[in-house]
Nanobody, 114 residues
Framework: QVQLVESGGGLVQAGGSLRLSCAAS????????MGWYRQAPGKQREWVAT???????TYANSVKGRFTGSRDSAKATVYLQMNSLKPEDTAVYYC????????WGQGTQVTVSS
C-alpha cells in the first residue's frame, strides 16, 4: 500500500523559510515522479513543482527562484525548500506521486503572516 506523509508545515513570517518533507512508502521510490501542489482557501488546488526520478525539477512561475525541490532516494523522501515566503504562499501543501499511480498525501498547512 502506497503512503505519502508530509511534514514541515507551520506558521512563518513573510520573508521566512520552511522546508516540507514527504516520505513515501510501499513503492520503489527511485522510479517515481513526485510533485508538490497547494490549495489556498477558496481556490483550486494548483501545481507547485515536479521532481522527476532523475532529479530534474520544474516549478510554477509563482514560486520559481524561491522554492527548491529535491529528493533523497535512500530515505524515499522528497523535499520542498521554501524561501522568501509571501502571504500569498499560505495554503495546504500536498505531496503527490505523479507516476506511477497518482497518489496524494494528507497535506500540511503553511501559513505566512505579513
Amino acid at each position: 500500500q502506497v503512503q505519502l506523509v508530509e511534514s514541515g508545515g507551520g506558521l512563518v513570517q513573510a520573508g521566512g523559510s520552511l522546508r516540507l518533507s514527504c516520505a513515501a512508502s510501499g513503492i520503489i521510490f527511485s522510479v517515481t515522479t513526485m510533485g508538490w501542489y497547494r490549495q489556498a482557501p477558496g481556490k483550486q488546488r494548483e501545481w507547485v513543482a515536479t521532481i522527476a526520478n532523475g532529479g530534474t525539477t520544474t516549478y510554477a512561475n509563482s514560486v520559481k527562484g524561491r522554492f527548491t525541490g529535491s529528493r533523497d532516494s535512500a530515505k524515499a523522501t522528497v523535499y520542498l525548500q521554501m524561501n522568501s515566503l509571501k502571504p500569498e504562499d499560505t495554503a495546504v501543501y500536498y505531496c503527490r506521486m505523479i507516476s506511477p499511480g497518482g497518489y496524494w498525501g494528507q497535506g500540511t498547512q503553511v501559513t505566512v503572516s505579513s
